[in-house]
Nanobody
Framework: QVQLVESGGGLVQPGGSLRLSCAAS????????MGWFRQTPGKERHLVAM???????YYSDSIKGRFTIFRDSAKNIVYLQMNSLKPEDTAVYYC???????????WGQGTQVTVSS
């Protein structure tokens, strides 16, 4: 089981930026994909971005063009750079892993992002 620790959340004004970090306890090069989900109260968690070992990325339509997922394999950290933040981006953001031919499994504790003036 991979231990994941997120950080970087906080309060930001609309139009601002934040960078979330997800530190993994094992070599992320051995993990097929890593992703960021977000969740608001009363709603299901959903995927916003993911990156594979081949650096293939996916973004949900709601954040495409504003968020960028990238990784530092030497540090075993995956980042989510969030620009042009909107109030609707307010959520708890979770980091997660996915093994090849498997579902999303390990989860971090989450980090709160609040976009408000």
């Amino acid at each position: 089981q991979v231990q994941l620790v997120e950080s970087g959340g906080g309060l930001v004004q609309p139009g601002g930026s934040l960078r979330l970090s997800c530190a993994a306890s094992e070599t992320i090069g051995n993990i097929y994909a890593m992703g960021w989900f977000r969740q608001t109260p009363g709603k299901e968690r959903h995927l916003v971005a993911m990156i594979t070992t081949g650096d293939i990325t996916y973004y949900s339509d709601s954040i495409k063009g504003r968020f960028t997922i990238f990784r530092d394999s030497a540090k075993n950290i995956v980042y989510l750079q969030m620009n042009s933040l909107k109030p609707e981006d307010t959520a708890v953001y979770y980091c997660t892993t996915r093994r090849f031919n498997s579902s999303w499994s390990d989860w971090g504790q989450g980090t709160q992002v609040t976009v408000s003036s």
